[in-house]
C-alpha cells in the first residue's frame, strides 16, 4: 500500500505492485510529489540532466494524471518551467524624444490596464540630452521601466554606404549614455535583420545580448555571404513578426510592433486580440539581459535585478525634479526662434495696418461721394476766377 | 549659418523695416489728404507777386502747344505772370509751334528763348539757369515741357507759398494724363499716385519735409539766388534743389489741390533711360548730402537723406538678395537652412502692398476699381522687378562713369503727341 501526496496535500491510496531500483548519478532534483510507503517517505520524482525518474506512475489516476503532465512539462521544456521559450514580445517601436509624455502615458497606461508585457524601443539620441523635453520624456520611461517596461535602444540609423564602426560605436555610446544619465537602462538593441548576416552588423550589435530585429534594407557596408553568424555571439535574437498567414505560432521569438501614432482604440483593439489569440505574450525581462557600451557593464538578471558597472541599481520610480533651463542655442536656432517671434509680431502688424487701410478706403470712398476731395477746389476756383482776372484778389 | 541665411535675414528685416516706413507714410499722407480735402484750398491774397512760369524744352514740338495753352489758361492775375520757355537747343520745330503760339497771343507776356549747342543742352539745369536770367518774377513756378497744369493749379500754390514765411516753395500734385495709353503708362499712374504723392504726403504730415518733384512747383526768386541757381551737374535736378532749399532752414510743402496733368512714358525702353537718369541722380544728391546725416545741423534734412539711402541703398540690395536667393534656391542651386520662414508672412507682404496702394486709389476719381486691384498684384510682380534692374543699372553706371572720369549725360525723354 502506497500514498500519492501533491504539493498541496492532495492524497490518493494506491497498492504497490512492483519494485524496482534506479541509481541516479549526481545532484538530485526533486520534481514534486511525494510517496508514502508504510512510515517512509520518498521523492516521486527526481531529475538529473535529461534523466528524470517517476517512482510510480498510474495514468488512470486523475491526480497522478496531471502529475505526469507536469513532470513531463518540466522534462521538456527545461527553462523557467514555461511551455516554450519562444514568445512574442509587445514593442512600442520608433519612440521619439519629442512625443508628448502625456500620449505616451495613455498608451503605457492601457497596456497596462490590459496587462501584457510590452518593451519601448526608444530612436538614438546624440545631442542636447540635457534639454527638459529630453528629460520629461526620461521620466516617463523611468516610470515604465519601475512597472516592468523594458526599455529597447533603437539602432543608430545608417544612410552612408560605407561606415566607420569607430564612429558608430562613438554613436551608440553616446546614444546609451543619453538614456542611462537619468537612471533609464536599454537592454536591448532593435537593429536591422541584414545586421545578423554581416560581420559589421554583427560587431554593431555585440555589446547587446538581446537583439530585436526589423525589417530594413540598412547596410554597415559589407555583405551577408551565409548564414547568421548571431548564434555564435549567444545573442538572444527576436525577429520582427511578419503576419504572412498560416501558423500563428512559431518556433522562435518575435517582436510585435505598435505604433503609438495610432489611437488608444485602435491599439486596445490590436491587443485585445492578441490576448484571444494563442499567442504567448511574454515580457523582455523574463530574459537575462546584458549590455556592454563604451566603459559601462549593465546586467539585469531573471529576477529583475540590475546591475550597472557591479553595482545594484534601484529602479523605483521617483518624480524629477525640474529647474529653470537655460538654451544654449546656436547663432542659427536663435535666429529661428527670433523669426518664429517675429513672425507673429508681423502677422499682428498687417491685421492692425490691414484693418487701419480698410477703414481709411471706405472712409475715403465716403469722402469721394460727397465729393469734399474733388468738387471743393474745382468750385472756389470758378467763383475765384472773375476777380482774380481782374489782377487783384482779396485777402481771406 | 552660411552666406545665404545671411542675406536671407538681411532682405527680410529690410524689406520689413521699409515696409513699415512705408506704412507709416501711407498712414500720415491719407491723414493730410484726408484733412487736406475738407479744408478750402483757396486763400486768396491781397496783391499776388509777380510770377515767372518757366518751360524747358528740348525737341518738345509733339507737346508743347498744349502745354503753353494750359498755362495760358491760368486763372492766376494775367499782368501777374509770364510764361518763359527755353526751347534749348531743339532740332525740331519747336521754335516755329512757340512763334505761332505767340502770335495767336500778342497781349500775353510770353517770352521764348532759343538756344544752340553753344549756350544751351546742357540738361535741364541749365535750362533753368537761362531762364532764371531772364525771368522778372519774385516766385517762380515751373512745369514740364508735357504738362498740362489745371486752371488753378499755380495759383492754389502761389497763395499757400505767400502766407506762410517758413515754406522755400511749394508743391503740387501730379497725374498721369497718358495712363491708359499701355499697360506701362497704368503701371506709372499707380506709382505716381501711390508712391510719389502720397509718400510726399505722408512725409510732410510727419516731417515736415516733401521733395521737389521736378514740375508744377513755386519757389521764391530769393531762394533761388541764395543757392546759386540749378546744379548743371545734377540728372535730377529737383531733388538736389530740394536739400539745398532744407539746408537754408527752410520747408517744402504739398498742396494736393494743386493738380498737373504729365505724360509718362508709354514704352518701356523710354521709361527705362528715363528712371535710369532718375535713380542716377538721386544716388548723385544721396552722395553729395550722405555726409549732412551724422550733422546735427543738418536738422530734418537728415530724415530725407537717410530716407533715399534705405530706398536706394537698402532697399535695392533687398531686393536683389530676397529675389536671387528665390530664383537660385528654385534652381537648386542654394539652399536656406535658416528655419521659420514662413510663406504665410510673404503672402501678409503682398496683402499689404496691395491694401496700402488701393488706399491711396480710393482717394482718386476712377482709380479704385477692380481693374486696378488686379493690375497692383501684376506690378507687385513685374514692375517692382524693374525698379531693381534700374536701380542696379544706375549704380553700375555712376561706377563707370567715375572710373574712366567721363561727364553725367543727360537724357531727355521722348514724347509723343496724344
Known amino acids: 500500500m502506497v500514498r500519492l501526496e501533491t504539493e498541496t496535500g492532495e492524497t490518493s491510496d494506491k497498492l504497490l505492485t512492483q519494485n524496482s531500483i534506479v541509481l541516479m548519478e549526481g545532484e538530485n532534483a526533486v520534481l514534486g510529489g511525494t510517496l508514502f510507503v508504510g512510515d517512509q517517505r520518498y521523492p516521486l520524482c527526481k531529475t538529473t540532466e535529461r534523466i528524470t525518474h517517476l517512482a510510480y506512475c498510474d495514468a488512470s489516476d486523475s491526480l497522478m494524471a496531471a502529475m505526469l503532465a507536469t513532470f513531463l512539462q518540466a522534462w521538456m521544456w527545461p527553462y523557467h518551467n514555461d511551455p516554450t521559450v519562444y514568445g512574442q514580445y509587445l514593442v512600442l517601436d520608433q519612440v521619439y524624444p519629442f512625443y508628448e509624455p502625456a500620449d505616451l502615458m495613455a498608451v503605457t497606461d492601457m497596456l497596462m490596464e490590459e496587462g501584457v508585457p510590452y518593451a519601448v524601443s526608444v530612436m538614438p539620441v546624440y545631442a542636447n540630452a540635457d534639454y527638459p523635453a529630453m528629460k520629461r520624456f526620461c521620466e516617463w520611461l523611468r516610470y515604465i521601466q519601475s512597472k516592468g517596461a523594458c526599455i529597447v535602444l533603437h539602432a543608430p540609423l545608417v544612410t552612408l554606404e560605407n561606415v566607420d564602426m569607430e564612429t558608430y560605436k562613438k554613436q551608440l555610446n553616446t546614444a546609451f549614455n543619453a538614456y542611462s544619465r537619468y537612471g533609464v537602462y536599454p537592454l536591448a538593441i532593435e537593429a536591422p535583420e541584414v ?32 548564414a547568421s553568424l548571431a548564434w555564435h555571439d549567444g545573442h538572444q535574437v527576436i525577429a520582427p513578426y511578419l503576419h504572412e498567414g498560416g501558423a500563428i505560432t512559431t518556433a522562435y521569438a518575435q517582436a510585435i510592433y505598435l505604433n503609438v501614432n495610432e489611437e488608444i482604440p485602435a491599439l486596445r483593439g490590436f491587443v485585445q486580440a492578441l490576448k484571444r489569440s494563442q499567442r504567448v505574450l511574454k515580457s523582455l525581462t523574463d530574459l537575462e539581459n546584458s549590455v556592454y557600451v563604451g566603459n559601462d557593464y549593465v546586467n539585469r538578471n531573471a529576477q529583475g535585478v540590475i546591475e550597472v558597472n557591479g553595482e545594484l541599481v534601484d529602479l523605483t520610480y521617483e518624480p524629477f525634479q525640474y529647474e529653470e533651463y537655460k538654451f544654449q542655442r546656436g547663432l542659427e536656432e536663435y535666429l529661428t526662434s527670433q523669426i518664429e517671434t517675429s513672425n507673429k509680431l508681423i502677422m499682428a502688424f498687417v491685421l492692425v495696418a490691414g484693418s487701419f487701410f480698410a477703414v481709411a478706403i471706405v472712409l475715403s470712398r465716403r469722402a469721394m461721394k460727397r465729393d469734399i476731395l474733388h468738387q471743393k477746389r474745382y468750385q472756389h476756383a470758378t467763383e475765384r476766377n472773375g476777380k482774380a482776372r481782374s489782377g487783384k484778389g482779396e485777402r481771406g | 549659418m552660411n552666406l545665404v541665411d545671411y542675406l536671407t535675414l538681411f532682405a527680410m528685416v529690410s524689406i520689413w523695416t521699409l515696409m513699415g516706413i512705408n506704412v507709416l507714410l501711407s498712414v500720415g499722407g491719407f491723414i493730410y489728404y484726408y484733412k487736406m480735402g475738407k479744408e478750402d484750398p483757396n486763400i486768396p491774397l491781397k496783391e499776388y507777386p509777380f510770377v515767372s512760369v518757366m518751360v524747358p524744352a528740348h525737341n518738345e514740338s509733339a507737346v508743347i502747344r498744349r502745354t503753353v495753352q494750359a498755362l495760358l489758361n491760368f486763372d492766376y492775375p494775367k499782368d501777374r505772370y509770364e510764361i518763359i520757355v527755353i526751347n534749348d537747343n531743339s ?54 515741357a508735357d504738362n498740362t497744369p489745371e486752371p488753378q493749379a499755380l495759383r492754389i500754390l502761389v497763395e499757400h507759398l505767400m502766407v506762410d514765411d517758413s515754406l522755400g516753395a511749394v508743391i503740387g500734385k501730379f497725374r498721369t494724363r497718358n495712363r491708359n495709353a499701355s499697360l506701362l503708362t497704368r503701371f506709372v499712374n499707380i506709382e505716381t499716385l501711390a508712391h510719389q504723392c502720397m509718400n510726399q504726403a505722408g512725409r510732410w504730415f510727419f516731417f515736415k519735409l516733401c521733395t521737389i518733384p521736378g514740375t508744377n512747383f513755386v519757389i521764391h526768386r530769393h531762394i533761388i539766388e541764395a543757392i546759386g541757381g540749378w546744379d548743371p551737374k545734377a540728372l535730377s535736378e529737383d531733388t538736389e534743389i530740394s536739400f539745398r532749399i532744407y539746408r537754408l532752414g527752410y520747408k517744402i510743402r504739398q498742396i494736393p489741390a494743386a493738380v498737373t496733368w504729365e505724360q509718362e512714358p508709354f514704352r518701356l525702353d523710354i521709361w527705362f533711360k528715363q528712371r535710369t537718369r532718375w535713380a542716377m541722380g538721386n544716388l548723385y544728391v544721396l552722395g553729395s548730402n550722405f555726409k549732412y546725416i551724422f550733422d546735427p545741423k543738418g536738422g530734418r534734412m537728415r530724415l530725407d537723406v537717410l530716407y533715399y539711402a534705405l530706398v536706394y541703398l537698402l532697399m535695392a540690395t533687398a531686393l536683389v538678395c530676397s529675389d536671387s536667393i528665390f530664383v537660385l534656391g528654385v534652381l537648386g542651386y542654394v539652399h536656406v537652412s535658416l528655419g521659420g520662414l514662413s510663406t504665410m508672412v510673404w503672402v501678409m507682404a503682398c496683402i499689404l502692398f496691395e491694401f496700402n496702394v488701393m488706399l491711396t486709389l480710393s482717394m482718386e476719381k476712377n482709380e479704385f476699381n477692380l481693374e486696378s486691384a488686379f493690375i497692383v498684384i501684376l506690378m507687385l510682380f513685374s514692375y517692382s522687378k524693374l525698379w531693381v534692374i534700374v536701380v542696379m543699372r544706375a549704380i553700375y553706371m555712376i561706377v563707370k562713369k567715375l572710373a574712366t572720369n567721363s561727364e553725367f549725360t543727360w537724357y531727355k525723354t521722348e514724347r509723343s503727341a496724344d
Do not use: C
Open chain 2, 91 to 144: 532740332t525740331d520745330n519747336s521754335a516755329e509751334v512757340l512763334a505761332d503760339i505767340q502770335a495767336d497771343h500778342p497781349d500775353r507776356m510770353m517770352m521764348v528763348i532759343n538756344t544752340d549747342s553753344q549756350v544751351g543742352g546742357k540738361g535741364k539745369s541749365g535750362a533753368l539757369n537761362i531762364g532764371f536770367s531772364a525771368a522778372r518774377g519774385s516766385v517762380f513756378a515751373i512745369y514740364d
Open chain 1, 195 to 226: 545586421y545578423l548576416f554581416s560581420k559589421r552588423g554583427l560587431e554593431a550589435i555585440q555589446g547587446f545580448r538581446t537583439v530585436v530585429l526589423y525589417e530594413s534594407d540598412e547596410q554597415l557596408g559589407d555583405r551577408a555571404d551565409g
